[in-house]
């Protein structure tokens, strides 16, 4: 049986990597495909960010499932906004020691759903040994114990030290958590504050050779190179195709560890894929002031209580994509406060099991509404074999319907995403709202990548990735993210 290896590349966006590939650029990685399969469009989940897609990934299930909903969410039985580190502004304001509690213990042990599995945990039953380094989401079956930086405590007065975590039988998360081996060992990559403790490709890559170097690689490990994600975020898409080379070096370090390209396809399989895409945004002009649209509605301040009595809306900001969560039966001013700025692509709502999405066309001479309503469970079959009812103006999602067929174009898989994106979520009072490529959302405390990159929205730049599979000629049924827990669990006999 051969091992299996998977390594997500946040941010290794689908266009530069083929152009890449062709011209000969990215040795290992080509090495990887030319064994297997590379597959230049695949699908993530929405929103397109990563702790949504990490929880999916090691479920094998969308959102409606699995219940992590977002980066950047609120939680109406704690009656807070529970946030997964998106920005430093919005970490001081939420504080320090809750948005580390929801990172390091409670996204793994509360909100991740226990009504679903983990691979790790699936793999466990089989007696068979998984690993996982930096990867964001790890719960399964194993205890181990969080030693906080100085400054992290003192941040969090103490109270998250030596906490206990469940995971896979070798955990890895930076310095937070050191993965146990037989012999003792010493990671000498950087892991200051300002390398993130640790969650850097660097490190990553030396805990993965002295993983090795012990012979104690698992049967199923999972791996996460976050580096060129705050590259791109800052500089923007073009920085992508001058990385990719970059990237590729490094996936050489791992494959050297295990005897070169040649033998690591002959006695392990890869998975080398990214969780999201990203989009330019405009530069001085690509913010979307939330607060401003929003003016005339009482707005909560994320550094005070939420009061449903007497607030109209709370912000969770998902860069290109935001949930609002409405009180005081204020949906409808909310909605045409946002469909009447040009730069929104749609925003949708929720009526117990259909889903209705609004797009105004500002482009024509005179502006008009367009409304698509779904549901699940019709006669409308997409690539997928998902059915559907569906009515309405079907240009509000780029859907191509012929013959009760559904065809999608600059939103993959749709329906399924979005309506996933809602069933996910812990209340029906919320909006979905998506920014036009170009834009992403401005609110509290919020991170700003003007002139870098974003994502978070539906639309095919922050939602196609690819998918390189080698060792094997498999591949998993559907070219989506949510396809690859299966795709796994059957490599592994």
Not at 23 to 30: H, I, L, T
């Amino acid at each position: 049986m051969k091992k299996v290896i998977l390594l997500l590349v946040d941010s290794l966006l689908p266009g530069p990597l083929e152009k890449a590939m062709e011209r000969g650029e990215v040795p290992n990685m080509s090495a990887i495909a030319e064994t297997g399969t590379f597959i230049k469009r695949g699908v993530t989940l929405l929103p397109t960010m990563s702790c949504v897609v990490d929880s999916s990934i090691i479920t094998g299930c969308y959102p409606d499932e699995h219940h992590v909903p977002g980066l950047m969410w609120y939680n109406p039985k704690e009656n807070r906004i529970v946030d997964y580190g998106s920005s430093f502004g919005i970490t001081w304001r939420l504080g320090f020691k809750q948005v580390l509690q929801d990172v390091i213990h409670d996204l793994h042990s509360k909100h991740l759903s226990k009504k679903v599995t983990t691979i790790y945990e699936d793999l466990e039953k089989r007696g068979l040994t998984t690993g996982n380094i930096n990867f964001g989401v790890y719960r399964g079956k194993s205890e181990h114990t969080m030693k906080m930086p100085f400054l992290l405590n003192l941040m969090t007065k103490f109270q998250l030290n030596n906490k206990k975590v469940k995971g896979p039988n070798i955990l890895t998360v930076g310095k937070l958590v050191k993965g146990e081996l037989n012999k003792p060992y010493d990671i000498n990559a950087p892991s200051s504050v300002f390398k993130r403790y640790g969650l850097n490709d660097e490190y990553t890559i030396e805990v993965f050779q002295e993983i090795v170097r012990q012979k104690q690689l698992p049967d199923f490990t999972m791996m996460y190179f976050p580096d060129l994600d705050q590259a791109v975020h800052k500089k923007g898409t073009k920085f992508a195709i001058d990385s990719i080379q970059k990237i590729d070096k490094k996936i050489g370090q791992l494959l050297d560890a295990l005897g070169g390209p040649e033998k690591a396809m002959e006695e392990t399989i890869w998975i080398i894929l990214s969780d999201h895409g990203q989009t330019d945004v405009k530069e001085g002009i690509g913010q979307i002031p939330l607060p401003e649209i929003l003016s005339d509605l009482t707005i909560h301040n994320l550094r005070k209580p939420i009061d449903s009595a007497t607030m109209d809306v709370v912000i969770c900001n998902n860069e290109r994509l935001t949930y609002l969560y409405f009180f005081r039966m204020k949906k409808d001013k909310i909605m045409e406060a946002l469909l009447a700025d040009s730069r929104i692509d749609f925003v949708a709502h929720r009526n117990n099991q259909q889903i209705t999405v609004e797009k105004r066309d500002h482009d024509s001479n005179k502006k008009k509404d367009l409304k698509l309503v779904y549901s699940e469970t019709g006669d409308y079959t997409d690539p997928y074999n998902q059915t559907w009812n569906i009515s309405g103006d079907y240009q509000v999602l780029d859907l191509h319907v012929k013959d009760n067929r559904i065809d999608y174009d600059d939103y993959p898989d749709a329906l399924k995403r979005l309506q996933a994106a809602f069933f996910g979520q812990r209340t029906q009072d919320v909006l979905v709202v998506t920014a036009k490529p170009g834009y992403e959302f401005q609110s509290q405390g919020s991170a700003n990548h003007n002139g870098g990159g974003s994502h978070g929205s539906l639309h095919r730049q922050d939602s196609e990735i690819p998918i390189i599979i080698g060792g094997t000629d498999k591949k998993p049924k559907y070219p989506r993210i949510v396809d690859l827990k299966k795709f796994i669990l059957d490599l592994i006999h």
